[in-house]
Structure formats: C-alpha cells, structure tokens
C-alpha cells in the first residue's frame, strides 16, 4: 500500500511539473507571433502608447508591441541602426545623417507641414525688424536640424549669404540661457520651446517658416522591417492619424495630455498646438523629393559626408 501510495504521489509530482514547465494551448494561441518594437519621444507615439490603441489594433495580427523612450530623434536612430527598435518619430534631419551614416533606414510616414511650427525669436525690444538685418548678427541655433536648413532657405531669400550670419550652435536649453542673457542676437528654435520663449521671456517672432520650408514629422521603420512588415506598419500609420483628426477636435484636451507629458504650463503647449498642423499619410516619391532638397543643402554645407539618393531609404509600394 506504501508502494502503491508512493507510485501515485510520483505520478502527482510528475504531472504537476509538466503542467508548470508547457504553457498551456490557450496561452500559446494568445502569444504574439511578431512584435513591434517602438522607439518614441515625448509626443503623439507617447500618447498612443498611454491610450493603448495600438496594441488592441495589431492584436488580431498577432503583434504585440513593445515600448522604448528616447530624448531625441539621434539616439533613435542610433537604436534602429543597431537593431534594437523598429519604428520611431523623428523631424526632417536626423533621419538624413542616419542615411549618410548607412543606417538601413525606411520613410514609412510623413506629417502634413507644419511651417509655423518654427522661428527665429529676437528680444522684444531688439532694433531687428527684417531678416537682412541678422547679417553679421549672432544667430543661434541647433546644428544640423531642421531649423539649420530654413534659417539657410530663409536667408537666401532675404538675399543673405550662409556666411552673412554669425552662427552659434547651441542645443534648445542652453540656446535659451543665451538669449536670456543676451548673448546672442537671435534664436531659430521650434516647438514647444518656441511658444515657450514667447510666453515667458517676451521673444518676437522675426519670421516663421511659411512660405519657405515644410518643417514635416516622419516616421521611419528599417528596410528588413518593411518587407516583412507593410500590413503592421499601414495599422500603425493609421492610428496615428486617427489620434491627430482627435487632436484637431480636441485642441485643448490634446494639449492638457502633452502639457503633462513635456513638463510645460498648459498656455505654453495651448500656443504650440493651436498652430500645429494635423494629418499623417504614407511616404511619397514627392515627400522625398523634399527631403532629398534638405539632404543636397547639408552636403554643400559639409554637415554629411557624402551625397544620398533618399529613394534608397522608401519601402516597397511607394507611390
């Protein structure tokens, strides 16, 4: 009887392990057979993220979607370079030193242009009235981004030379700093920093990039990716739209939610969204075609090593 207790108990044991070590047929059916990885800054993949309505989206697929954040598009690209992230959010010039660098890098989306989401500011009581009255004047701003290309469209229509300017590289925080102190005559920045200057410090706005450059958003994925993965990424581009055509009816709920997101007073990020334009869509040929102009400048300024055909970097299906 001892014998027959302890076959039993064995047996118990036995089957009780097998339960513990083999997920169960439920559980495998439910586990994601591809997966996402999004790289994201504080912006619109932020608030997907915190909604999760791109997971519930891709579910039927059988993705799941895993999250990382990122303090600026370079270091986003850096990830996607190395393989870590998928997807990501950047502005106009990082994705193009990331293809002089050979980063396998794909245009999956672009935003709609958002010109009047950046300036150049000068203090409120500066003698500056016109862009030809920046030559010679200290002009700061951030290397190699897209306000690096309109302050160079917008001087030459100003009929100024690059070299007419005194420019001061500067990142966003310590570029404000200077212009506190007035060290520097001008500042070309974007939002949020843009409303943020006007609001707290009084800056003006000297001139705005309508009439002069896009100022686009794109969404990049990597070349590998997209071949396997156009069905994933044509859900992802339409969620993102969705939450913009959300944002353009609900102007100041969408600011509260970016308010908290970024830090900032909720006015600040009230002017910043106000003047935002809202639309997402796939890549074009035509799209690129505006990016490849930006990708020409930076060339003759020295800023990239080499010329880039930014065809190189569309996925399959482009139109």
């Keep these: 009887m001892t014998s027959s207790h302890s076959i039993q108990r064995r047996r118990l044991l036995q089957g009780a392990a097998t339960a513990i070590a083999l997920p169960s047929f439920a559980a495998l059916a439910q586990s994601p057979s591809r997966t996402l990885r999004v790289g994201n800054q504080k912006g619109a993949l932020t608030v997907l993220k915190g909604r999760g309505t791109l ?8 993705v799941g979607v895993t999250w990382t954040e990122f303090n600026a598009g370079p270091v986003q690209l850096e990830a996607l370079n190395v393989g870590s992230i998928d997807f990501g959010d950047v502005g106009e010039a990082p994705p193009i030193f990331a293809q002089a660098a050979g980063a396998p890098l794909a245009y999956v ?3 709609v242009p958002r010109p009047g989401a950046e300036a150049v500011l000068v203090h409120k ?36 030379k690059y070299s007419d300017l005194n420019f001061v590289f500067l990142a966003p925080p310590d570029a404000r700093a200077a212009f506190e102190k007035g060290s520097i005559d001008a500042w070309v920045i974007w939002d949020p920093f843009l409303a ?12 705005d990039g309508k009439g002069v450059v896009g100022n686009r958003g794109y969404y990049f994925s990597s070349l590998p990716y997209v071949a396997k993965n156009a069905d994933v990424l044509k859900l992802v581009v339409e969620e993102i739209d969705k939450l913009d055509q959300w944002a353009v009816a609900n102007k100041s709920a969408y600011a509260q939610e970016l ?30 075609a505006e990016q490849q102009q930006i990708a020409d400048t930076f060339f003759e300024l020295k800023l990239i090593p080499k010329k880039i055909n930014l065809l190189e970097a569309a996925g399959a299906g482009i139109a």
């Design 259 to 288: 308010s908290t997101l970024w830090g900032l007073p909720k006015p600040v990020v009230d002017v910043s969204v106000a003047r935002a334009a809202y639309g997402t869509a796939p890549i074009t040929k035509a799209i690129l």
């Design 55 to 62: 997971e519930k989206r891709l579910a039927p697929l059988g």
């Design 196 to 207: 943020s200057a006007e609001l707290t410090l009084g800056a003006r706005i000297l001139a």
């Design 109 to 111: 989306a672009a935003t």
């Design 125 to 160: 009581d500066s003698p500056i009235k016109t862009v030809a009255d920046l030559k010679g004047k200290k002009v700061a701003l951030n290397k190699g981004s897209n306000v690096h290309y309109f302050i160079v469209r917008l001087a030459e229509q100003a009929g100024l």
